[in-house]
């Protein structure tokens, strides 16, 4: 399958398409094919969060490198095997688009996918939100955090413990700590109690419209297990990242001890390619240095890698080979993921480091949003994406936190810039630029 990331987006060739057609045709063939599958997937993940959490439990103060590297092998194995579950992706390619024609059939807007396939399942990111609002309700009227009795410091210590790793984007940042959350909790507009109640009502209220939806709509056999397919993807496509963002967090002490050994600092370690570990291949300083600022890696056929951090060669590959539709249009125009209409200013989010700029009632807008993102999008009033599709993670959040969220514009990031002030109407998929910063 043809992919490349560069410097930020991935890229996926029309074969990825392609895939998810061959995967829903076995599907017709064979009912539960996709579903085990996933099954096989998911126990995959399991694994490799329990081996990732073994490793950390682990004392490698006084380890050699052999035993280093040999358990950095192991997990690397079986963090590129859970690596086949980013194709799932392009199974939800075939299922969106053969749901689209059956609403747009029954004349329901297509915009009611998103209503339809809500997951039966919480991924981490909405079971976080709600922790976080559960603790809050017992500590949000604490002025400081040295006012916390020792059983809610413990509280706050167990979210860290389950969901820290969040923040950490594989790695690249640190988990959030104990005064974070409490900060998170103390930013928190209203009652976190009253928040938690709507919360859980809300899920509820839209599970009950989603099988409402699905009784009205009176598919058959085959058409229902589509729908039961599209809303496993929806909590697939977080979950696969999830593991993967996951893992590496958990085993720092691991990556610590050999960029020690390497005499690099463990941020230099992370931009290694894992080959480059397992043979304990020297990289210039130089070269960390550029792949830090942007690297780029394709892969054009199987088993052949492409890498480079040549900002002249990623340009030269992106021009190339990567087609990007929509950036010559003055239009925003996207997606309805999650309805309503609001107007605010304008934030970009393109890395982690732009995340500080979003403040309540902002408009985050970004290529994609992350699950490290999420302080952000309980700020802001709505979401913008230039890529994604109904099972998006800003799609999922959008309906958990009730926000209006357009995805899949293609531009909003060329055309939009800090400050701008816009109205998001997220009814009809528009974002309509009011006055320039």
Known sequence: MRTAYIDGPFYYGRDAAEF?????????KAPGTVMRSLERIYAQGDWLIRLAKKI????YSRTDMKRLISDFRRFAKEYVLFGIS????????PVEKHLRKVLIKRGIDEGELGLLTFPLKENFAALEAKNLLRIGSVIQDKGEFSDLSRAEQKMLAEHVEEYGWINARGGLADPWTE???FDRIKEVKGSCAEKLSESEAHRKDEMWRSDALLKRLDLDQKLRAMVAIARELVYFRT???????????LIRNLLEAIAKKRSISY?????????EILEEEEVSREEISRRKNGYAEMCLKPGELRFTSDPEEMESWQKEYCEE?????????????NKGSVKGIVHIVMTKQDI????????????MTTPNMVSAMEKAAAFVTDEGGITCHAAIIAREMKKPCIIGTKNATKILKDGDLVEVDADTGEVKIIRRA
């Open 86 to 93: 980013l194709a799932g992706y392009n199974i939800q390619l």
């Open 325 to 337: 539709d929509g950036h010559d249009s003055t239009e925003i125009k996207g997606t309805p993921a």
């Open 239 to 249: 979950y696969r990242t999830d593991c993967l963002n996951q893992a590496v967090p």
């Open 179 to 181: 005064n974070e959350i």
């Open 356 to 367: 500080h700029k979003v403040r309540e009632g902002d408009v985050l807008v970004a290529p």
């Open 20 to 28: 998810g057609d061959f995967m829903m045709g076995h599907e017709a």
């Open 56 to 59: 950390r439990s682990s004392d």
């Open 267 to 275: 941020e230099d370690l992370l931009h290694l390619r894992v080959d």
